[in-house]
């Protein structure tokens, strides 16, 4: 703007807070994502105890506890099927295979499981924290924390493109006399798809992939993926 190019001044800020405003977007997308996971996992848990049901949280469950699933309950913890006769379990949550899948008495079932069968009694093996469902929900939150190959690229040479930019900047305002051809150089040189444009995209795949019902190791397996 104290160069007279108005137009240039305001299509960098326009930049720089599209940039922000995307970033916001995805990354509230991916929080929604991550809550939509855990809203999957069962809060609380149907035990017997004394010959009783009673319904206690999902996260005091210890390994022997009788759990007792009613049809259409969500498994709170990994367990043991304890009746004679088959149960038909719903474990699209954790495969994305929507086909029932049948297990027999001593298999173990997995949380994050619907019983889409009669009512039955499990066996805990494990703490709702240490099952297979805390498991993929800590596998995402780690994916979406972890730092793919291209961002600590980005980052890296972030740090000296700056005054690169800069000193390229001067000379061409030095070489020419020109201010003008000094902010050229700042307009295309803007950083924004340098430093924001790879984790975004990371994040938001990563995310979106969840939503899905696909758990993503981390940004260098989406990278990876891209050359396949």
Do not use: H
């Not at 160069?3 to 929080?31: C, K, Y």
């Amino acid at each position: 703007a104290f160069l007279g190019e108005t137009l240039d001044a305001v299509t960098i800020v326009a930049i720089v807070v599209l940039n922000g405003v995307l970033g916001f977007v995805q990354e509230f997308r991916a929080e929604r994502s991550l809550r939509t996971l855990k809203r999957l996992s069962a809060p609380t848990a149907k035990v017997v105890r004394d010959g009783k049901r009673t319904v206690v949280p999902a996260g005091t469950l210890v390994p022997g506890d009788v759990v007792w699933a009613e049809s259409g309950d969500r498994i709170p913890a990994d367990v043991r099927w304890l009746e004679t006769n088959g149960l038909s379990a719903d474990e699209s949550a954790l495969t994305g295979e929507s086909r029932l899948v049948e297990r027999r008495t001593g298999e173990r079932v997995a949380s994050g499981a619907v019983n889409a069968g009669s009512p039955f009694r499990l066996r805990a093996v494990a703490t709702a924290a240490e099952s297979t469902y805390a498991g993929v929900i800590r596998l995402v939150e780690a994916a979406r924390a972890s730092r793919s190959p291209m961002t600590r690229l980005a980052d890296r040479y972030a740090g000296l493109f700056v005054p690169v930019v800069l000193v390229t900047a001067g000379a061409a305002w030095a070489w020419s006399g020109d201010p003008v051809r000094g902010l050229a150089v700042l307009v295309v040189a803007t950083p924004c798809p340098l430093i924001l444009a790879a984790p975004i995209a990371i994040v938001a795949g990563i995310s979106r992939a969840a939503g899905r019902g696909v758990v993503i190791k981390g940004g260098g397996a989406i990278e990876t993926l891209a050359r396949v």
